[in-house]
């Protein structure tokens, strides 16, 4: 029918390049990433994505109690600055998942402040923050990333929609 309302799940994805302002000497990428993951674990409880730690690519993927997803990129052109890898949840259509990415930004902002004042009682400090980037951590360039997914038929024109498809094969 004329205005029915497709379903939709809208996510984003973002790469965040660390920033560390500080005289002395620098933590590491591991280290600032773990300070990042205690501060943003004061708010949402983190899990691995594998008990070994590293997921289907190779990363560090946590899953947070909120649905987003959180990993540290590895890759040889960055060296020890390292990409923060963040991914919305699922969400049905733009306005929620606007809300989601603002409620994130200001989750991250938060958890540098906690990174920062963790590091300090190791020696360091300095500001962690991160800048939002467009490029990976083989230093391509890509902007932001989008998945969607939106369902185009439903119930006898799905079904004829696949029979179509598996006449094609």
């Given at each position: 029918?004329?205005?029915?309302?497709?379903?939709?799940?809208?996510?984003?994805?973002?790469?965040?390049?660390?920033?560390?302002?500080?005289?002395?000497?620098?933590?590491?990428?591991?280290?600032?990433?773990?300070?990042?993951?205690?501060?943003?674990?004061?708010?949402?409880?983190?899990?691995?994505?594998?008990?070994?730690?590293?997921?289907?690519?190779?990363?560090?993927?946590?899953?947070a109690?909120?649905?987003?997803?959180?990993?540290?990129e590895?890759?040889?052109?960055?060296?020890?600055?390292?990409?923060?890898?963040?991914?919305?949840?699922?969400?049905?259509?733009?306005?929620?998942?606007?809300?989601?990415?603002?409620?994130?930004?200001?989750?991250?902002?938060?958890?540098?402040?906690?990174?920062?004042?963790?590091?300090?009682?190791?020696?360091?400090d300095?500001?962690?923050?991160?800048?939002?980037?467009?490029?990976?951590?083989?230093?391509?360039?890509?902007?932001?990333?989008?998945?969607?997914?939106?369902?185009?038929?439903?119930g006898?024109?799905?079904?004829?929609?696949?029979?179509?498809?598996?006449?094609?094969?």
């Amino acid at each position: 029918p004329r205005g029915r309302r497709i379903a939709s799940l809208l996510g984003v994805e973002t790469e965040y390049a660390f920033r560390y302002s500080g005289a002395g000497e620098r933590p590491t990428r591991a280290r600032l990433y773990e300070a990042l993951l205690d501060g943003l674990s004061a708010e949402v409880t983190l899990v691995r994505a594998r008990p070994d730690g590293a997921d289907w690519e190779g990363k560090e993927r946590r899953f947070a109690s909120n649905g987003m997803s959180v990993c540290l990129e590895r890759g040889g052109l960055i060296g020890d600055l390292g990409v923060f890898e963040v991914a919305t949840p699922e969400c049905e259509g733009p306005e929620a998942l606007g809300i989601r990415l603002r409620a994130i930004d200001e989750q991250l902002v938060r958890a540098c402040d906690r990174a920062s004042e963790r590091l300090a009682h190791g020696g360091f400090d300095g500001r962690v923050a991160l800048v939002k980037n467009s490029r990976d951590a083989e230093g391509a360039y890509f902007g932001r990333q989008e998945n969607l997914e939106v369902e185009m038929v439903t119930g006898w024109r799905k079904l004829l929609w696949w029979m179509g498809l598996a006449l094609c094969l």
